[in-house]
């Protein structure tokens, strides 16, 4: 017998024939032995219907309001999906965040879990009932409803299968499980059988976008083992079978013959570019350039200094080039253009035609070359690389963004993660 | 200062637009010194819709279950409600019923509302916050989610207004008060100003729709001062300046020049009439037909036993006549045919062409003649009278469903309730 937590997504939960699908998945686990408690989102669609009417209310709406209203989208298919269980014979019962509790933070909206109560959850689970818990919603020490913020299903999955000691959780989703890159770039793309928490955190905050960056951050912590796997055969299909997924685990658990030298290759084209022209090279100009960036809560990622230059009679000079995410590019060139006088810039030069590509894996670690190949197999395709940014699984290029889909696919094959067919 | 409770029905909730109208409404309540707290109902066929959830996920729901997600829709207005208030500058919280909390007892979709706390609310309204409340829904002893059942958002008003000894509960409707009787039959009915609980309980039990029975015998019960009033001008226009509605109020609240000796005129056309014929006259066999209906919790109205009548050679035997909803017609035929040997009638015929007409008014207590001014006036117009039924303060009479309105203008009119002009 193991204990589980499985997790539905929106498109699970849209209407009443897609949730007795989820139903009769949920079924085969208890067959199967298992203790299940299953983690549910709102309908699809309902989470925008109901914020939307906050917007409405007010534009400046009190985000504990807020949540009180949008919860309600994970209260309903929570009670339905118990209706749904036990209409087919499954004791079942829904636990509302208030009721386990799901403690968080006073962060509404945006809140954080933190203890969550498992003792009436444990009794039910032992006598057999599943639980059925809504995803995205916890509660204050003084009893106000939270939300976790968009996507924070996932992440409420997690913190469930950790509280409750899960041997798995499984999240169902739109896709089967995780790829070495986007298969509709790269139709040889492999499902990965297992990446680590740390890969995945690279492939997540880089575009692939199958698990909230949040949710697997906790898996590792808590190290929780968690599973990607398709909720649909087909567009509408009911589910069948479902097929092995991608397990995320500890690099423990990855053995040496699993082992890559490179997982998966990822890209981002939500990222913009901005240069700082003559920027004054003295000490503490550069920190100049990123403190209003830092009290705007922008996030830069990648940054080049060029070499310093120096004209005929005046003091040296230099270029700062760095990356923004593109939705904050408008609000980086007023806090740039606000402290024009404190950084001593002479232009701000902005482009939005660039695109991250990263190679990521763990097995770099013990292996040199990676990004010299990739340097390599870039130049030979001509492929202009604008900066370069390395972690230790992860080298990033930026590149132009119309050489996006060529530079996945060369490199690709460059590290030997071609299929022998198409995915 | 006053205390007041504001209840708004699902029509004046349909919408961030109507929101709006209510939450200005309610502030003008604020502004003129009161304290207030607002009692809401979910968005107008939102309850609808999450039944019809519950209906598809398994035709027999769990009650438990099916309270957690109806009990979303309230709690959605409520949080919106509290959204509209703030962002026209008046403080406001919603409480859900787990959050005050509405003590109920366990009998899921249909509870009955126990203790509720008003300590934390108190403070909050003593801090000039209004309260925003879920109608329709409380909790149980044991943490779980109850509804009180369909209209029940006018009970939650009476019980709040009680538990917070309001001076006032004021209830929001679709009509601009209490009539004599309905004005689409007659143009002459005129407001009541006032109605006594008793009053109010008969015309609702006998089909005038404004308020739900329930919330009346609460208000009686606990000496509730209920006004109902209109939430609208006109179909969609934003509510302007409330004209007077009509109170319900104890009879002790009515001064003798108010008293009339007739408060109005109701109908019911959701009757029906069965007859037993032939039924043997002895000790025990009336009792032996409504057995086996109150076992099935079937609700029997008007009875008259007809006079015995006895053949030649055979033991006497009587006919009797009684009505039930019409809804339990089929159900009432099944359980008496199943008692056919137990009762021994001869036939069993019903009819549901048939409407019950009511003359109410407290003044009847102190006057003779009323009963007979209502036979005299139906019988000058060839009405046929099919049964009668009394109590303290209403005559009703069974008549051809085809006489309804004929009846209740001639009524109206032979009361003196005629208004000078038409309503």
Chains 1, 2 share one sequence.
Not at 39 to 56: I, K, P, Q
Not at 318 to 332: G, Y
Request: proline residues 3%.
């Amino acid at each position: 017998m193991a204990r589980i937590v499985m997790k539905f997504g929106g498109t699970s939960m849209a209407g009443s024939e897609r949730i007795r699908s989820v139903a009769a998945r949920v079924k085969r686990e208890v067959a199967a032995g298992n203790q299940v408690a299953v983690v549910v989102s709102a309908m699809a669609g309902e989470t925008d219907r109901l914020v939307g009417f906050c917007r409405e209310a007010s534009p400046l709406y009190d985000p504990r309001e807020y949540d009180v209203v949008v919860a309600a989208g994970e209260q309903v298919t929570s009670g339905l999906l118990a209706i749904a269980l036990q209409a087919i014979g499954v004791p079942a019962r829904s636990w509302l965040g208030w009721q386990l509790p799901i403690h968080t933070d006073d962060a509404h909206a945006k809140a954080r879990i933190g203890e969550i109560d498992t003792g009436a959850l444990d009794a039910s689970l032992a006598a057999g009932e599943v639980a059925v818990i809504p995803g995205f919603q916890g509660v204050t020490d003084d009893g106000r409803i939270t939300t976790l913020g968009r996507g924070g299903s996932d992440t409420s999955a997690v913190a469930m299968a950790a509280a409750m000691k899960a041997d798995r959780c499984d999240i169902y989703t739109d896709v089967d499980g995780v790829y070495t890159t986007d298969p509709r770039i790269v139709p040889r793309a492999r499902k990965l059988a297992k990446v680590t928490y740390e890969e995945m955190l690279e492939l997540a905050s880089v575009g692939a976008k199958v698990l909230q960056t949040r949710s697997v951050g906790l898996a590792m912590k808590k190290n929780v083992r968690v599973q990607v796997l398709s909720s649909f055969t087909g567009e509408d299909a009911p589910m069948a079978d479902t097929l092995p997924g991608t397990m995320i685990v500890g690099e423990e658990e990855i053995t040496d013959v699993e082992r890559q030298l490179i997982t998966g290759i990822a890209h981002d084209k939500n990222e913009a570019k901005i240069t700082l022209t003559a920027v004054p090279d003295k000490p503490g100009a550069v920190a100049s350039v990123f403190e209003p960036l830092a009290a705007a809560n922008i996030n830069v990622d990648m940054i080049i200094q060029n070499i310093a230059h120096q004209s005929a009679g005046s003091a040296s000079a230099t270029d700062v080039t760095f990356t923004v995410p593109a939705a904050d590019l408008a609000r980086s060139i007023e806090a740039l253009n606000q402290a024009r006088g404190a950084i001593g810039f002479a232009d701000l030069v902005h482009d939005t035609r660039v695109a991250k590509v990263s190679v990521v894996g763990v097995g770099m670690r013990s292996h040199a070359g990676v990004a010299s190949t990739m340097f390599t197999t870039l130049g030979a395709r001509g492929i202009n690389i604008q900066a370069i940014s390395t972690s230790e699984i992860k080298v990033s290029v930026l590149i132009h963004e119309d050489e996006t889909e060529l530079a996945v696919r060369v490199l690709h094959t460059a590290y030997g993660l071609d299929a022998e067919e198409a995915a």
